[in-house]
T-cell receptor, first 115, second 112 residues
Framework: NAGVMQNPRHLVRRRGQEARLRCSPM?????VYWYRQLPEEGLKFMVY????????ESGMPKERFSAEFPKEGPSILRIQQVVRGDSAAYFC?????????????FGEGSRLTVL | QKEVEQDPGPLSVPEGAIVSLNCTYS??????FMWYRQYSRKGPELLMY????GNKEDGRFTAQVDKSSKYISLFIRDSQPSDSATYLC????????????FGTGTLLAVQP
């Protein structure tokens, strides 16, 4: 039973390029959360998605960032026109239920470096 | 002021020691409290999950919540080198979303 799968594990982009991070939730999970971990900081909530719907995007920067979780395929976090401040580890978590009774299972993260 | 405060450490202890990790929080609306362990370059994994004030024990780990003081703790008994990791406290408001607010994490090193 595979856990949460994230890819790529490491991504290097130059300023102005686009970054796409993918997350396949655990089998049977339809709730996906994205978190960002900046150096020396804790994980910060970005967005919560259920299949084909964005439920809570209160932690997403207003510009350049978007997320989707299509009916088929992985969830994608997209960062357009990356800047150095976007360098961070991006973690995806999935859960069986979307409420507080559902344990969050985290992937190993995608580490973005912006040159 | 951050919603959740956690001493970043690092904390270094000898093998076999009792470790105490703590977090304070400012928002009394938090309902659920968790401790996650994160090994270097890995994702967080859930260690303990508590709701009410009081203690919860699981093997060598004990989680303590004091809602009146807005203070949570994680105790590790008989610490092992394999416990060396970053420990993150997390909490949420309850209800229909599992959005977590994390502390910054405490880096623990258990010396053999």
């Amino acid at each position: 039973n595979a856990g949460v799968m994230q890819n790529p594990r490491h991504l290097v982009r130059r300023r102005g390029q686009e970054a796409r991070l993918r997350c396949s939730p655990m089998k049977g999970h339809s709730h996906v959360y994205w978190y960002r971990q900046l150096p020396e900081e804790g994980l910060k909530f970005m967005v919560y998605l259920q299949k084909e719907n964005i439920i809570d995007e209160s932690g997403m920067p207003k510009e350049r960032f978007s997320a989707e979780f299509p009916k088929e395929g992985p969830s994608i976090l997209r960062i357009q026109q990356v800047v150095r401040g976007d360098s961070a580890a991006y973690f995806c978590a999935s859960s069986l239920t979307g409420d507080t009774t559902g344990e969050l299972f985290f992937g190993e993260g995608s580490r973005l470096t912006v040159l | 002021q951050k919603e959740v405060e956690q001493d970043p450490g690092p904390l270094s202890v000898p093998e076999g020691a009792i470790v105490s990790l703590n977090c304070t929080y400012s928002n009394s609306a938090f309902q659920y409290f968790m401790w996650y362990r994160q090994y270097s370059r890995k994702g967080p994994e859930l260690l303990m999950y508590t709701y009410s004030s009081g203690n919860k024990e699981d093997g060598r780990f004990t989680a303590q919540v004091d809602k009146s003081s807005k203070y949570i703790s994680l105790f590790i008994r008989d610490s092992q080198p394999s416990d060396s990791a970053t420990y993150l406290c997390a909490m949420n408001y309850g209800g229909a979303t599992n959005k977590l607010i994390f502390g910054t994490g405490t880096l623990l090193a258990v010396q053999p």
